[in-house]
């Protein structure tokens, strides 16, 4: 069964939305409402339910983190209801206008739903203010190339976007790199907040520490399977010594697009590039 949620946290309207088939949804995704500000749009799957969730608020502005399907899947629909400028940084450009640089699988589709090219998106102001509000966009890399953040420091608000999502035991085949993501995440944590606004996992208190977990996790995951690469061993024997197993159903199913040896692949990228 689908669900969508709407629940509030200081103010910000946390929308929750799951695409299901059948059973439960295999992805939750959020998007955020405050002050006439939407933070990214959801998956194209939920579009009438995500519509209805959003039709009495007033939208001024629609702000996009990164151009994944599952963040800009409702953002020209949106748009043109609420007729609402939507504002994207320059490297999400060619990819939410023109179409992604990669082939979108089967389990993408099935579970979020189509790309829809947007129009005549906004570069990026340097600040997004309103009366209660202000939003900083700050470039954190590493999930994909053109991820950004939003930081609200007045309130200690982080919108995260899929900065942090939660100790992965995958990743994607393209797109991810996980020096990079370290280095954006040691780059968020000198900035105070408490309130972590993640797209798939948000965390409403002790939201820094979460984050801080989340790099540990990361770190002592490159050293190991740098420790093991310097060694000698391959990527698939890196894994055998991290206990990690790969998740065969996941790999098939998405067709090679995710995978726990694309995470130990990423993490080598470090030494592999020196
Ligand atoms: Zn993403």
Redesign the pocket.
């Given at each position: 069964m689908s669900v969508i949620k709407v629940t509030n946290f200081q103010g910000v309207d946390m929308i929750e939305s799951g695409f299901s088939w059948f059973g439960k949804p295999l992805l939750n995704v959020f998007c955020f409402y405050v002050d006439g500000i939407l933070i990214d749009t959801g998956q194209h799957r939920m579009q009438k339910s995500i519509i209805k969730t959003l039709e009495n608020k007033k939208i001024n502005q629609i702000l996009l983190t990164?151009h994944?399907e599952?963040?800009t899947g409702n953002a020209q629909i949106l748009s043109s209801i609420h007729q609402a400028p939507i504002y994207a940084n320059e490297l999400s450009m060619p990819f939410i206008t023109k179409g992604f640089p990669y082939r979108i699988r089967f389990y993408q589709w099935f579970h979020l739903g189509k790309i829809e090219l947007i129009k005549n998106p906004l570069p990026y102001l340097e600040k997004f203010e309103t009366k209660n509000i202000c939003l900083e966009p700050i470039y954190t890399p590493g999930?994909?190339q053109d991820h950004y953040c939003f930081l609200e420091r007045n309130k200690g608000w982080l919108f995260s976007?899929?900065l942090y999502i939660g100790n992965l035991q995958v990743m994607r085949n393209n797109d991810e790199d996980m020096t990079t993501m370290i280095e954006s995440i040691i780059k968020m944590l000198e900035y105070d907040f408490d309130v972590l606004f993640c797209c798939h996992h948000p965390k409403i208190t002790n939201g820094k520490k979460y984050l801080r977990y989340k790099l540990e996790y990361l770190q002592e995951f490159q050293q190991k399977a740098i420790h093991f690469y310097q060694q000698g061993y391959s990527v698939k024997e890196i894994m055998r010594k991290m206990n990690k197993k790969e998740n065969w159903f996941f790999k098939v199913y998405t067709e090679n697009d995710i995978g726990v040896d694309f995470m130990v692949k990423s993490a080598l990228r470090k030494v592999k590039n020196d």
């Open positions: 990164h994944h599952d963040h999930h994909c976007g899929d």
